[in-house]
């Protein structure tokens, strides 16, 4: 069980500026995020689109500001979880909290501040009868252990670079391991992808290791012992047909989830969490709440917000983890303790 002073829930513009903040307050953080990178909505909506209203920031993109935010944060190092989606927080008889993820993670905080903006990005989920019980068996949104598609037959389903990517992947393992035919469904003809992408999956149809399908899956069905596993398919024009699939790799992309913060006990008001806007505390004691999730009177959902409410929520909590150490206001510019905690100390 990793134990930690605080632990922050989301890794989104807010929740790396909530880190940089409470390293600045001397508290030892953890970081943990659904998505397997930081950044969360300017990462995974608009990476390349430019934001104008971060302060100091003339223009710049929002990969470029997630960077910007990174490096800041590099000097406290905290420790990073990613590829995690959070699904307990629950007090424990000593009033800290437990956290839990679905890789069976656990932590325990003195303080847990919720950054989890517009909710946790998980794969959109793939609607054909019969997936809701054969995800992790035939049914994959991720592609990891490329060895055990060998020999199968494997149908990737969307149409865009991740889709093909998985495609260019499977179809580069050594022969042994490769699957036996690569069918990639999409429900049009027209894929988007970079152009020398789409030229490698091209050469890969003509020499017959893949092929690209055009339909809309319906039914998942598994093997038996007599029969493969398939998926049915129903074509824009013609019959319905049927795909052999022993797995079936799902790149549907990633839709954001309000998931499991329901369940927590917080106070909720039009799925935000409730705030006091002067320390950001939910109504639970130690459990704070920044950026897009939380609302009070006159919220307004913008980064440079988010920034405010994390400097407010790091003094409350640090209040929190040391009760008896006073937390005066120190500039970054002038103060010997701030910067021998940013490692720029002379
Ligand atoms: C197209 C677009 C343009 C925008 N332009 C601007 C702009 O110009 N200026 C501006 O100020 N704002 C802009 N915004 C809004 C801005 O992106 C958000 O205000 C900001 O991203 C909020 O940051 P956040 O850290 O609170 O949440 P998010 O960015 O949503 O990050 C939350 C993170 O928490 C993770 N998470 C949630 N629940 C869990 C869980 N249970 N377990 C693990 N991880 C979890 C998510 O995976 C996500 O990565 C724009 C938004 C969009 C969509």
């Given at each position: 069980?990793?134990?930690?002073?605080?632990?922050?829930?989301?890794?989104?513009?807010?929740?790396?500026?909530?880190?940089?903040?409470?390293g600045?307050?001397?508290?030892?953080?953890?970081?943990?995020d659904?998505?397997p990178?930081?950044?969360?909505?300017?990462?995974?909506?608009?990476?390349d689109?430019?934001?104008?209203?971060?302060?100091?920031l003339?223009?710049?993109?929002?990969?470029?500001?997630?960077?910007a935010?990174a490096?800041?944060?590099?000097?406290?190092?905290?420790t990073l979880h990613l590829?995690q989606?959070?699904?307990?927080?629950?007090?424990?008889?000593?009033h800290?909290?437990?956290?839990?993820?679905?890789?069976?993670?656990?932590?325990?905080?003195?303080?847990?501040v919720?950054?989890?903006?517009i909710?946790?990005?998980?794969?959109?989920?793939?609607?054909?009868?019969?997936?809701?019980?054969?995800?992790g068996k035939?049914?994959f949104?991720?592609?990891?252990?490329?060895?055990?598609?060998?020999?199968?037959?494997?149908?990737?389903?969307?149409?865009d670079e991740?889709?093909?990517?998985?495609?260019?992947?499977?179809?580069?393992?050594?022969p042994e391991?490769?699957?036996?035919?690569?069918?990639?469904?999409?429900?049009?003809?027209?894929?988007?992808?970079?152009?020398d992408?789409?030229?490698?999956?091209?050469?890969l149809?003509?020499?017959?290791?893949?092929?690209?399908v055009?339909?809309?899956?319906?039914?998942?069905?598994p093997?038996t012992?007599?029969?493969?596993?398939?998926?049915e398919i129903?074509?824009?024009?013609?019959?319905?047909?049927?795909?052999?699939?022993?797995?079936?790799?799902?790149?549907?992309?990633?839709?954001p989830q309000?998931g499991?913060?329901?369940?927590?006990?917080?106070a909720l008001?039009r799925?935000?969490?409730v705030v006091?806007?002067?320390?950001?505390a939910t109504?639970?004691p130690g459990?704070?709440?920044v950026g897009?999730?939380?609302?009070?009177?006159?919220?307004?959902?913008?980064?440079?917000?988010?920034f405010?409410?994390s400097?407010?929520?790091?003094?409350?909590?640090?209040?929190?983890v040391?009760?008896?150490?006073?937390q005066?206001?120190?500039?970054?510019t002038?103060?010997?303790?701030?910067?021998?905690?940013?490692?720029?100390a002379?």
């Amino acid at each position: 069980l990793t134990d930690t002073d605080a632990l922050i829930i989301g890794a989104g513009p807010v929740g790396l500026y909530q880190a940089f903040q409470l390293g600045l307050l001397g508290l030892r953080v953890h970081l943990v995020d659904a998505l397997p990178h930081v950044g969360g909505q300017c990462a995974e909506l608009y990476p390349d689109k430019p934001l104008y209203d971060i302060p100091g920031l003339a223009v710049c993109t929002g990969q470029e500001l997630v960077a910007a935010l990174a490096l800041q944060l590099r000097p406290f190092a905290p420790t990073l979880h990613l590829g995690q989606l959070v699904q307990r927080v629950a007090r424990q008889p000593d009033h800290r909290w437990q956290v839990s993820t679905n890789q069976g993670q656990s932590i325990v905080a003195r303080v847990v501040v919720i950054a989890a903006g517009i909710g946790a990005f998980v794969p959109r989920a793939l609607k054909v009868e019969g997936a809701d019980t054969l995800v992790g068996k035939q049914l994959f949104y991720q592609l990891d252990s490329l060895a055990t598609y060998a020999g199968q037959h494997v149908v990737v389903v969307g149409g865009d670079e991740l889709a093909l990517s998985w495609v260019m992947r499977l179809a580069g393992q050594p022969p042994e391991h490769r699957p036996r035919h690569i069918s990639l469904l999409h429900r049009r003809a027209v894929l988007t992808a970079p152009a020398d992408l789409l030229r490698q999956f091209d050469a890969l149809c003509q020499a017959g290791r893949t092929s690209l399908v055009v339909g809309q899956p319906t039914r998942l069905t598994p093997a038996t012992g007599t029969q493969a596993g398939s998926l049915e398919i129903a074509a824009p024009e013609g019959s319905p047909g049927a795909l052999a699939a022993d797995a079936v790799l799902a790149a549907t992309g990633l839709s954001p989830q309000l998931g499991p913060l329901a369940g927590w006990g917080l106070a909720l008001e039009r799925k935000q969490l409730v705030v006091d806007p002067a320390t950001c505390a939910t109504d639970q004691p130690g459990v704070f709440a920044v950026g897009d999730i939380n609302t009070y009177p006159g919220k307004k959902k913008l980064i440079v917000c988010g920034f405010h409410e994390s400097v407010m929520a790091a003094y409350a909590a640090a209040a929190i983890v040391h009760p008896d150490v006073a937390q005066p206001l120190l500039y970054t510019t002038t103060s010997t303790l701030l910067h021998q905690r940013l490692g720029v100390a002379h």
